[in-house]
Structure formats: structure tokens, C-alpha cells
């Protein structure tokens, strides 16, 4: 059994007064032993970070005063001369351990970065892989973290008030084709829709149904997972799958 929990956030007046903030949040959900906390995509008034370190310096601590693994969002970050959207790891040893590029740079987004080209996986607490906001679309992203070994899915988002009801779509079918549970959290304020998720599965009678958790304004919200309830029927959703052409 692995606790996990999110962060919705909103708007901030800059970023050392959003850092300020959501490390309240973060010392809060520490205090309940959380113990992998996952936050939207580029939900700080400046988004392009080049240095997560000295930009998280205050997550780090936090991350290793509470045993905790930070996934801090997703961010715009040049690095020889690429752009690209990732989301750092932030480890319980309070050290940055990896990066997910995003898959799927959306819309104006694919005029200026590079789309990562691998879904990797993660392991502190548990197996976890990363799909950024546009990446929940594609099926792909979510069935080759799956196939690899991931036990849950953090899906860091920024999703328009327009956008929030296909959005909540998309979570629920990946996280039922990939029997996973998914985390996804969102930007709530004038622009940005809020509803961030936590998507459990419940079977009865033979049925699989989502469970939804959602989150209204600035808030934070926690979860105990028990993975070996979705070992099973993951199995038979696996064993299901015909090859065709």
C-alpha cells in the first residue's frame, strides 16, 4: 500500500509566492506521511526553469524531511539549445533523480519544443511513470508505462475550463484499458478548470468502474492506494488482448 496525493493550485502573484504557498501544502500533506506528491503542469507564473534546483531548493528539503518523492509539475527548460517540457523527480533523499519529457507538445507548444521520445519509469515508494496533460490523450503513453512495470500514473495538467469534461474522460479510459490508477492533478483559477482527480478502480460483479476524487480550489487531497488490488486485474485485462491486423 503506497499514500499518494496532489495539489491543485491557482493563481500566483510570482514564483517565490507560489513556492511559498504550496510548500505549506506540502509540509501538510507530510505531516499525513504521504508519500509521493504530484502537482500540475506549469502552474507557476514564470514556467521556464532552467536551474530545479536552486528553483525547488525548498521542495527538496521538504521532500527529505518527510520521506516524500516531489513530482513539482511540468516546466518549459532549455537545455543545449533544446526546449523542452519535462517534469522533475524529486526523491525522498530530497535529490532531482530524473526527468519525464512531455510525448506531446500541444498545439503552439510543437512551434517551439522537442517532444520527448521515451516513457519512463520511476521508482521510490512504488513504480510510477509520468504522462504530461496532452499525453493522457494518446493511449500509447499510458499502455507502454504500464507494460513497463508502473503501478500507478501521475498525469501533471493544465486544462482550460472548456477542456475539463473530455479531459475527465480521457483519465477515466486510460485508467480502466490499463486497469491503473492515475493522479491527475490541474490548475484552478479564471482560465485554468480545477477538477483535479484521483482515479481508483472498484470491481463488483464482475464490473470495473472508476472511482472519482476531485478537488475544488487551492487544495490538497491524499489517497492509500493497495496496488495489489489492481495486480489482478490488470492480469486478466492482459490475457485478454487478441493480436490482429
Not at 510548500?23 to 501538510?28: C, N, Q, T
Not at 506528491?37 to 528553483?55: A, H, M, R, S, T
Not at 532531482?96 to 517532444?115: A, F, L, M, R
Not at 488490488?229 to 493480436?243: C, F, P, T
Request: proline residues 5%; neutral net charge; aromatic residues 8%.
Amino acid at each position: 500500500m503506497t499514500k499518494v496525493g496532489l495539489i491543485q493550485t491557482t493563481h500566483y502573484e510570482n514564483n517565490d509566492k507560489a513556492i511559498e504557498n504550496i510548500s505549506k501544502l506540502l509540509k501538510k500533506l507530510g505531516i499525513q506521511e504521504t508519500e509521493i506528491v504530484c502537482l500540475p503542469e506549469q502552474w507557476l507564473p514564470n514556467n521556464e526553469i532552467n536551474n530545479y534546483d536552486k528553483e525547488f531548493a525548498e521542495f527538496k528539503k521538504i521532500a527529505q524531511e518527510y520521506n516524500m518523492t516531489i513530482i513539482p509539475g511540468a516546466f518549459y527548460q532549455e537545455n543545449d539549445n533544446k526546449i523542452s517540457i519535462n517534469s522533475p523527480i524529486i526523491s525522498p533523499n530530497g535529490e532531482i533523480i530524473g526527468k519525464q519529457e512531455k510525448i506531446h507538445p500541444y498545439d503552439y507548444e510543437k512551434d517551439i519544443v522537442n517532444p520527448g521520445n521515451e516513457a519512463k519509469i520511476f521508482k521510490t515508494s512504488c513504480k510510477f511513470g509520468v504522462m504530461i496533460c496532452y499525453d493522457t490523450v494518446f493511449p500509447g503513453v499510458a499502455d507502454t508505462l504500464t507494460k513497463k512495470g508502473a503501478q500507478i500514473l501521475f498525469s501533471p495538467s493544465r486544462i482550460v475550463k472548456e477542456g475539463i469534461e473530455p479531459w475527465k474522460m480521457y483519465v477515466q479510459v486510460r485508467s480502466l484499458e490499463n486497469r491503473i490508477p492515475i493522479i491527475a492533478p490541474n490548475v484552478s483559477d479564471m482560465k485554468f478548470g480545477g477538477n483535479s482527480l484521483i482515479i481508483e478502480l472498484v470491481k463488483k460483479e464482475k464490473i470495473v468502474k472508476t472511482k472519482l476524487t476531485e478537488l475544488n480550489g487551492e487544495s490538497s487531497e491524499s489517497m492509500c492506494i493497495e496496488f495489489s488490488n489492481y495486480k489482478e486485474i490488470r492480469k486478466h485485462r492482459l490475457e485478454d488482448r487478441n493480436n490482429f491486423q
